[in-house]
């Protein structure tokens, strides 16, 4: 299918892409495009604007500051995938990065993306949520930094205001005991269920609206993961319990 029709905006600076933002009734944010542009092509995202950012310069900085990393909204996946700075010191980051998609989704998909995104499947918001980072949003009123235990409100919803750009997200330093596993059909698709581990702090995806934090010693407490043609709710409660378990042992 083709997408419905949309009127394309191509801003060269974060400042006119929030001005865009600001003034446009209905207008969505492109990066990647890896998961916008199958919904458009599907019409399950019908926007009367499409804000393109990747033609605005030095948008594409993985740097260091407070204590952390901060990825910035043009930083593609298998960029932060290589980053030499996040290997050190966020190494969760680049190892989750292997389990999202392909290379060539990886290429053009960006980090800000995936968390901008919200999918409760996804590898990363679990992954900052874990770490307990932030997405800084810049919007007519200004920069505000959104912890991402606030971040993420439901299936493909987040804290971001229609006329807020999401500039980076950082992640704060951390080389303790981490890691992720997670179960899918096959390699590459997204996850029935998954878990991340960051020093004591555990977060589940793939079972929930959202990412959620949860107790490693009982990761399914209070769980209600939904049935699909997938899993059941029992077997996605299984998996986590046996995938905290490994995690947690490793
Ligand atoms: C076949 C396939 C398999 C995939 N498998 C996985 C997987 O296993 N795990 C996984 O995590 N992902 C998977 N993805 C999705 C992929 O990781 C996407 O790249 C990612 O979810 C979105 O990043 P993007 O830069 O492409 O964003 P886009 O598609 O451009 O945008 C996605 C959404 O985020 C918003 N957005 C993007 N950037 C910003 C910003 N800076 N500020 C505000 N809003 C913004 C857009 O408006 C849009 O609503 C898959 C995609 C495909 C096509």
């Given at each position: 299918m083709k997408p419905a029709p949309f009127e394309y905006h191509a801003p060269t600076s974060v400042d006119e892409a929030v001005r865009l933002l600001g003034m446009l009734e209905d207008a969505k944010v492109l990066a990647g495009g890896q998961s916008l542009v199958p919904l458009l092509n599907f019409r399950l995202a019908r926007p009367a604007h499409v804000v393109d950012i990747n033609g605005i310069p030095a948008l594409d900085r993985i740097y260091e500051r407070d204590g952390g990393v901060a990825v910035q909204a043009l930083v593609r996946q298998s960029d932060a995938q290589r980053s030499e700075l996040l290997q050190k010191l966020c190494p969760l980051v680049p190892e989750a990065l292997k389990h999202v998609a392909h290379q060539v989704i990886r290429n053009r998909g960006t980090v800000v993306g995936s968390i901008a995104h919200a999918d409760p499947a996804a590898e990363l918001p679990a992954v900052i949520l874990a770490l307990q980072g932030?997405?800084?949003?810049?919007?007519?009123?200004?920069?505000?930094?959104?912890?991402?235990?606030?971040?993420?409100m439901g299936v493909l919803e987040s804290a971001l205001a229609p006329d807020e750009l999401a500039v980076e997200v950082w992640f704060p330093a951390f080389t303790g005991p981490h890691g992720l596993r997670e179960e899918s059909r096959r390699h590459g698709d997204y996850a029935m269920a998954g878990v991340v581990r960051a020093g004591d702090r555990l977060a589940l995806f793939g079972v929930a609206p959202t990412p959620v934090t949860a107790d490693p010693n009982e990761p399914t407490r209070d769980l209600q993961p939904s049935a699909d043609l997938e899993a059941t709710p029992g077997f996605r409660k299984h998996l986590i319990t046996a995938m905290t378990r490994e995690l947690f042992a490793a």
């Open positions: 932030s997405v800084r949003a810049l919007g007519p009123g200004g920069t505000r930094d959104i912890p991402a235990e606030s971040f993420f």
